[in-house]
């Protein structure tokens, strides 16, 4: 039965009429991960993405980066996020959905936070719609209180981020695994901020994944 549906599979891309979401340009490549997955974006667009894969540890906390914070995920981003181009929002992750969501299986979401009158203006919470392909259940439990942007700051002033991050009380961490996420990772000082609020509430099991990285931050 397995076989037959595979066979299928193949005979579909071969009439595959799927066209990338960043170039627009037909995907007719057959490869090991097409036959597996829905492909949305072609391998010359995933190569300009240039994928990373960077493991660290922040505050002693296992921590992955898919990419690096590049002039190509700078502009989808951009476009996602600040042009409202909502068909973007899987196309970060899609090559690598089926091998996150076996890493982080029976993990609960919860995403640093935005500004709550930015995502009401834009009509979505940008960092919940690139994560939101794993399928794993949203704990929406940390607030942003002030509307800050840490690019508008200097290192030495990001580390009071944490002054404008609370957590729900009433949220129910206790004994769960929590997969800490965010679009762009640069000092860590948001992440570090949320962290710290987390392990308050007791949970079993903490990582952290991230879409990019900002590399000429390293030793933080």
Known sequence: MQLIRLKNRIKQLFKSENYCKICFKKINQISLHNIFSNNI??????????????????????TIAIFEY???????????????????????????VDYLKLLFAGYYIICAPSFKEHDQRRGFNHVKEIFS?????????????????????????????????????????????ILLVD???TSGSTIKACLK?????????????????RTIYDKY
Request: glycine share 4%.
């Open 41 to 62: 974006i072609c391998r010359k667009c995933l190569k300009s993405m240039d994928p990373k894969f960077y493991s660290f540890k922040v505050e002693g906390v296992k």
């Open 133 to 177: 392909s794993l399928n794993l259940e949203y704990i929406d439990c940390l607030i942003k209180t002030k509307d800050i942007k840490q690019a508008n700051l200097s290192l030495d002033k990001r580390g009071d981020i944490y002054k404008y991050i609370e957590i729900d009380e009433s949220a129910n961490l206790n004994g769960k695994k």
């Open 70 to 96: 590049n002039q190509k995920i700078k502009e989808l981003l951009y476009q996602f996020k600040g042009c409202m181009d909502y068909e973007l929002k899987d196309v970060f992750l899609t090559y690598y």
């Open 183 to 185: 679009d762009v990772y």
């Open 197 to 213: 609020l987390i392990k308050a509430k007791n949970p079993r099991k903490i990582r952290i994944l991230l879409m990019s990285r």
